[in-house]
């Protein structure tokens, strides 16, 4: 019946305590250096859900570094299990480059790269957005004397990524990025300042795509600009001085993208619209000098022949 510190009635997110290493080990060391969290979701009974994991990293802690973290923080708080149901292992891929916009194959969830950069939600986004992709790939099937594929994918993908999306996940990013920079005192700090905001901010930020709850906080350069004032000041002062200075130095390596996202100035980012591709592609004139020494070469080829078939 013993659950620890973690209500049987409610979840429990972003436990990040670090009391069950001994101080001075080497155990201690890396927890902090490369922090997992415990994350606790009662089911019924004496059934409850646990998980040690990393919210975001490069390089990934592993998934054994996870488990003997897991085992030695039940045994400091004396959560005896009596039986494991199953065991989970689950790697999210988080941030990283958009679709090539070039291509025909259309991806879309973790394909398209829909999961949330800074926090890994992933599901409901992908429900979403399947509405507007599904009707955008109806519009072009339709079509049926002038089908362009290229057109097809294009216009799938920008029902995924348009300007505005792409915009609001740039702002994302630079969070994923910071938050990897961060020891674990930076990320007690970070969260201890994000839950203070409204839950209608923090709420919005965690799954952030349009058409789901609170969204409208973040899908604006003027909401994301208010966000991010708002959350650097409920941050601890050493956390938000680095975040500060994450964001100039973020801004000069990586360029446009995060300026763009909390500022008019600098337009919006390039979306998936289709754009009609030449017909002519290449050296014409390569192209024509090599047609006509074809034409007068003089080279016999012998054309396969199929066998012909003998009767027995």
Not at 157 to 186: C, D, H
Request: net charge negative; aromatic share 12%; hydrophobic share 40%.
């Amino acid at each position: 019946d013993y659950a620890g510190p973690y209500y049987k009635e409610a979840m429990t997110l972003f436990d990040y305590r670090t009391d069950h290493f001994p101080e001075g080990s080497n155990e201690l060391s890396k927890a902090e250096k490369a922090p997992t969290f415990m994350y606790a979701m009662p089911l019924d009974g004496n059934r409850i859900f646990f998980e040690e994991t990393s919210l975001v990293a490069r390089p990934a802690v592993s998934f054994q570094e996870c488990k003997e973290r897991y085992l030695t923080r039940m045994e400091h708080l004396g959560i005896t299990i009596t039986e494991i149901e199953e065991e989970e292992f689950c790697y999210i891929p988080m941030g990283g480059p958009l679709p090539a916009a070039d291509q025909r194959v259309v991806g879309f969830g973790g394909a398209a790269a829909m999961v949330h950069p800074s926090t890994g939600y992933h599901l409901c986004r992908a429900m979403m957005a399947s509405g507007s992709v599904a009707e955008a790939i109806r519009k072009e099937l339709a079509n049926d004397k002038n089908f362009n594929p290229d057109r097809a994918a294009a216009s799938a993908y920008n029902a995924i990524w348009s300007p505005t999306n792409i915009a609001q996940r740039n702002f994302a990013v630079f969070g994923g990025e910071f938050l990897m920079k961060q020891n674990v005192e930076g990320l007690r700090g970070f969260f201890d300042g994000f839950f203070k905001l409204p839950l209608e901010l923090w709420g919005g930020f965690l799954a952030g795509w349009p058409g789901l709850p609170n969204n409208e906080n973040h899908e604006t350069w003027w909401a994301r600009l208010k966000f991010g004032l708002s959350f650097v000041s409920k941050l601890p002062p050493q956390v938000a001085l680095d975040m500060l200075v994450s964001i100039a130095t973020y801004s000069i390596t990586e360029g446009v993208p995060l300026p763009q996202s909390v500022t008019p100035l600098l337009g919006l980012p390039d979306g998936y619209e289709y754009k009609e591709k030449s017909a002519a592609v290449g050296d014409v004139a390569a192209k024509s000098e090599a047609m006509k020494m074809i034409m007068e070469s003089k080279v016999e080829e012998v054309v396969p022949v199929a066998f012909e078939q003998k009767e027995v």
